[in-house]
């Protein structure tokens, strides 16, 4: 018995030792630093508005506004431009604002528009990469913009400082905007009522979500934003009683399940998107079992 | 010395005429309640009142010291607000931006306003609970605290008593009364008559086309109450 579970501890102990060398390899080339530092700041800028997002009921905006950047993705890749985030990021705002102000309007179907939009960006947006792609493997390309698969890992120094720039001028404007976006977010009319202009903040709101989902498909690729927006949220809510708590431990979530399923995905050769969005979905888990028993 | 003056006001939203001649004025230390039927223009004149939707027509004026925006509003409950996670201190705390200026941050005149607010609405033994797990009577009185922050003048009440079990309701019309008393001035849309003419000072009845404004003692003499009476004895 004794010798046995010595043996045992000696076998974890040996796998660790193996994993932690392993890492140590990995984590001594550049993209991988890179891959871990804008996986980081995504998921801490994605998680800061997600809050917001899933309480205003807002997160079909998340959602339709990742379709239309991969269609403009699409269209953007069959021009051959050198930056294609130049393209993306404008036509992905302006649809950030079109979705907010067709959203708020009940009368006119808010949902059905956005379903519309979306969908119609994912269909035109793969109709354009088949006809007009000059690489070889189409599917290849489609399903990696969708899942995100290896981009992480081929990201540029430039790519990266984009990234770095973006998440800083995000959590600025959160913590400076802080009080207005709960305002906003907990009462909108109160918040009107007393001078706060509501739908400014609504508007920037919608925009820096587009921000960071052109930001994030690199990282989980476009059909897995929304996962990243959401969950977070979703499993602090179950168990913190205030905004502040909600968002801190949020961030915190994010971060951790970012930082883990980059390293799993290196270590045993997974799709990175997927395994950070099941690295979330186990922390969701988690949180409700934990919340059921408060 | 009159807070708001209204003349001819024509409601409504869309291009959409809602009501119309609408004149009332409200004055200081007043308690005025608004009722009439489902869809005569309640929320609409409300939302008016509080700036939130222009007049389609007719003067609306606010005056005598009282700030545009320095209204404490008590809004219906919505359904985003039922599950969210927020703090009462958090939520009372927020009522005080529109002092804070450009500034990003509360600071401690803020901090000692929500307090102050929080000990007269007797809440202050709650503020690190959670918002959605207080019962009705002690939401509506988180809610109350958060408009008292917005101002120490005028409050304006949409249904308060919505939801509320019969204790609750009691209470917090007897809550509301003594803060009139007080010296604040009170306007509650309400579809409540019966507590509007046993707590209100003055009643503004308002239909599609005409409207009564003037004392309790007015109204129960003038044939819009009349008119209800016959009503609800058939």
Known sequence: ????????????????????????????????????????????????????????????????????????????????????????????????????????????????????????????????????????????????????????????????????????????????????????????????ATGVKAQLYNTLIAVITAIIIVLAMNLVGSLLVSALVVFPALSAMRVIKSFKGVVIYSAVISVCCSLVGITLSILFSTPVGSTIVAANIVVFIGNCIAGRRH | MSYIKCKNLVLGYEGMVVAENISFEVNKGDYLCIVGENGAGKSTLMKTLLGLTPPMGGVFECSDGLNAHEIGYLPQQTFVQRDFPASVWEIVLSGTLSSCGRRPFFGRAQKELAEKNMRRMDIWNLRKECYRKLSGGQQQRVLLARALCASSVLLVLDEPVTGLDPKATVEFYQLIKRLNNEGLTIIMVSHDVQAAIEYASHILHIEKERSFIGTVQEYMESEFWRELANKLEM
Do not use: W
């Open chain 1, 1 to 192: 018995m004794l010798v046995n579970s010595c043996q045992g501890s000696g076998l974890i102990e040996g796998i660790e030792r193996i994993m932690i060398e392993e890492i140590q390899f990995y984590i001594s080339y550049p993209f991988v630093r890179y891959a871990l530092i804008v996986g980081t700041l995504i998921a801490l800028c994605s998680s800061l508005l997600g809050v917001s997002l899933v309480l205003k009921r807002f997160s079909y905006i998340g959602d339709g506004l990742s379709h239309v950047a991969f269609g403009a993705l699409a269209v953007a890749s069959v021009f051959n431009l050198t930056n294609n985030t130049l393209v993306v990021m404008p036509v992905t705002i302006a649809a950030a604002i079109l979705l907010l102000r067709t959203g708020q309007n009940t009368k006119l179907y808010g949902d059905s528009a956005i379903a519309m939009v979306s969908v119609g960006a994912l269909a035109v947006g793969y109709l354009v990469m088949n006809l007009f792609s000059t690489s070889a493997n189409v599917s290849g390309d489609v399903c990696s913009t969708l899942f995100g698969s290896t981009s992480i890992l081929t990201l540029t120094r430039a790519e990266v400082a984009l990234c770095i720039v973006m998440s800083v001028i995000v959590v600025a404007l959160f913590v400076l905007l802080y009080n207005r976006i709960f305002a906003v977010t907990f009462d909108e009319n109160f918040a009107r």
